[in-house]
């Protein structure tokens, strides 16, 4: 008790607003990142069903899908969709445990809108390039992934670094593949991308970081 009295005493002014706006500002970060290990888990499953659902139509209905290449823009907006409407309802839900009032409501808010630009971005983007056609089309999730992938990378610099490692995972989970794996490739990148975010999820919830 006396060492404990001693060390209040040996606290400088400078020292305590430096612990105070330390423990602010863990408390302002954690509402942005709030239910991450759930939603990278969420993601994680929307992406692999995506991409089984491509290597799917490629193999076992090649035809039926060479007749329509644009059945891939319906199915992943509405995968897109379905993960937004998840992650919103995560995240609110995630930042009404840890605070209550605007600051929370106003940091699920940005986050949300976060990723809804990055989502537009990964459609707006090839769109923009010329690739949403018959002759470019293959380039369209090359560069939607590295959009999403790079979303991550930016966002894990800002609040936490895990969440830059996993944009880093998914990036390697759907490119090396291309390279390694031949006609499985979207196969195994949707096992590999399924293995990067049910490891994210352990860790985070193991350390209890986010």
Do not use: C, N
Not at 71 to 88: E, F, Q, T, Y
Not at 122 to 133: D, K
């Amino acid at each position: 008790m006396q060492a404990s009295d001693a060390e209040r005493r040996a606290l400088t002014p400078e020292e305590g607003w430096r612990a105070i706006h330390e423990t602010v500002e863990g408390a302002r970060s954690s509402m942005y990142v709030a239910g991450t290990a759930t939603i990278l888990l969420l993601w994680g499953v929307i992406v692999s069903i995506g991409y089984l659902a491509e290597y799917a139509a490629g193999t076992l209905a090649s035809d039926f899908a060479d007749d329509r290449p644009w059945l891939s823009a319906p199915l992943w907006a509405v995968l897109v969709a379905g993960g937004m409407v998840g992650s919103a309802v995560i995240g609110h839900r995630a930042g009404r445990r840890l605070a209550a009032g605007e600051a929370a409501r106003g940091a699920g808010l940005r986050v949300f809108a976060f990723w809804l630009a990055v989502a537009a971005a990964a459609f707006l983007v090839p769109a923009a390039a010329g690739l949403w056609t018959e002759e470019h089309g293959e380039a369209v999730p090359k560069v939607a992934i590295g959009i999403v992938a790079l979303a991550h990378v930016l966002f894990g610099i800002m609040h936490r670094p895990v969440i830059a490692a996993v944009g880093v995972g998914i990036a390697a989970a759907f490119y090396l593949p291309g390279y390694l794996a031949g006609d499985a490739a979207l196969a195994v990148s949707a096992a590999a991308t399924l293995l990067v975010a049910g490891a994210a999820w352990a860790w985070i919830r193991k350390s209890g970081v986010l």
